[in-house]
């Protein structure tokens, strides 16, 4: 159930990165939109966006579906992470399933430039294989793909490892590593130095896109050392509008209200525009 006529369109921001901190902060002096922005709550000093805030699971679909209808909540943006798979698609289907605006605010990916050496792969597992035939015995791969990602390199005991997560990991890990808690964002400075201390022959990254941690494959670039890049999940259903951009995600949540204050569906039709802006 949408929120009064009287009342300030509710948007509900599945938030945990820096778009979704920015758009929150965007729309925190708008007295026609009223942002609740969520967080997984799997980050133990997570940084926080301005406002209304949640944390913590919806318990799947359904879960998600009553959350939307007791809270009133008018439409949804999705600023989750790249790789935030499993939340992703329950946004789609718990807003197809009730007719809630969604929209995707996602963060470009990285692109090659020259002199770099990057392999993409589909997933982590097949990240874990090309890796250890790129580097050579007894070298070292540096991990950067998160604590939760790390399973498929457990069994291998003939490469050193360092790993790099913001909280400690919580699967196994291979029996020779280093472990650095860090949290971005980094510099080309602090990459340099880290990949020669270890003398790293090859790093592992999610294709995640931000400046955050791009200095790494700035510093993987000026010292010729190949880059296995983990390719994001698909994109969302074609009828569900994507954007880039913060100011555009702004937009489009303002565009909810009409002029005498209520939520205005009909500028919302289904179809996707994929060039919002």
Not at 11 to 35: M, Q
Not at 68 to 93: C, K, Y
Request: charge should be negative.
């Amino acid at each position: 159930m949408p929120s009064p006529p009287d009342a300030p369109v509710r948007i509900l921001l599945l938030g945990g990165t820096g778009e979704a901190r920015a758009l929150a902060a965007a729309l925190a002096g708008d007295d026609d939109v009223t942002v609740i922005s969520s967080l997984a709550g799997r980050v133990q000093r997570p940084a926080l966006p301005v406002g209304e805030l949640r944390v913590g699971g919806f318990g799947g679909v359904d879960g998600l579906v009553e959350y939307l209808r007791s809270e009133r909540i008018d439409a949804v943006v999705d600023a989750t992470h790249p790789f935030a798979g499993a939340i992703s698609g329950n946004a789609v289907a718990a807003t197809g399933g009730i007719a809630l605006p969604l929209l995707v605010l996602r963060r470009p990916g990285w692109s090659a430039e020259p002199g770099d050496e990057w392999h993409r792969v589909p997933d982590i597992t097949a990240a874990a294989a090309v890796a250890q035939r790129l580097a050579p015995p007894g070298s070292c791969i540096f991990l950067t793909t998160g604590r939760r990602d790390l399973s498929p390199f457990a069994a291998d005991s003939e490469h050193t490892y360092l790993i790099r997560s913001v909280d400690p990991p919580v699967v196994d890990l291979p029996p020779r590593h280093v472990l650095l808690l860090d949290r971005g964002p980094y510099t080309l400075d602090g990459e340099l130095a880290l990949l020669r201390e270890h003398d790293v022959r090859v790093l592992v990254s999610k294709d995640s896109g931000g400046e955050m941690t791009y200095p790494k494959l700035v510093a993987t670039r000026q010292i010729s050392i190949p880059v296995v890049l983990v390719d994001r999940p698909a994109p969302p259903p074609a009828g569900v509008p994507l954007t880039e951009s913060v100011d555009a995600a702004a937009r489009w949540c303002r565009r909810l209200v009409t002029p005498a204050g209520t939520t205005d569906w009909a500028r919302h039709p289904a179809q996707s525009d994929r060039t919002l802006g």
